[in-house]
């Protein structure tokens, strides 16, 4: 496992639910424990996460908060081209690599350097924090499946 697999950084959630000014709840929580478990997650597979541990939550209540979270740097939200939005708890600048064939991701650390990772050639008069790479290819597992190991 490589630095990019784990997020190193212990997140105090109700605290930064706090700082965020939302109220820390049961629910709240559960999300961001649900987030946590379900690296890359989609709000669907994360609301049948909260609800195997709560029983009975809204599927709107999780996309409230997923949404909350998301917004106040809490969780991240990431959209690759041609997928759902997926959520994962690693907020830091870093990419991603995507499987073409079973849609697979892993997080990959950042090309070179510091955030935002990538220089623009022109910023245009933008003041650039983030850069969001995505690398597309074939997981190890679709590759033996497909016998092109």
Request: with cysteine.
């Amino acid at each position: 496992m490589n630095d990019a697999d784990t997020d190193h950084r212990q997140l105090d959630v109700p605290k930064a639910l706090k700082d965020a000014g939302l109220q820390v709840t049961a629910q709240r929580l559960a999300v961001y424990k649900a987030v946590s478990s379900t690296p890359h997650g989609m709000a669907d597979e994360i609301y049948q996460a909260v609800r195997d541990e709560l029983g009975v939550i809204s599927k709107q209540a999780v996309y409230d908060a997923l949404k909350a979270m998301a917004e106040h740097g809490i969780v991240r939200k990431i959209q690759p081209a041609g997928s759902p939005a997926r959520y994962e708890h690693r907020v830091d600048n870093h990419h991603h690599l995507v499987c073409r064939e079973c849609g697979s991701m892993v997080d990959v650390n950042c090309a070179v350097g510091e955030a935002p990772c990538l220089t623009a050639e022109h910023d245009h008069g933008y003041s650039i924090d983030e850069a969001e790479v995505t690398y597309w290819g074939v997981c190890p597992s679709c590759q033996t499946q497909d016998g092109s190991a």
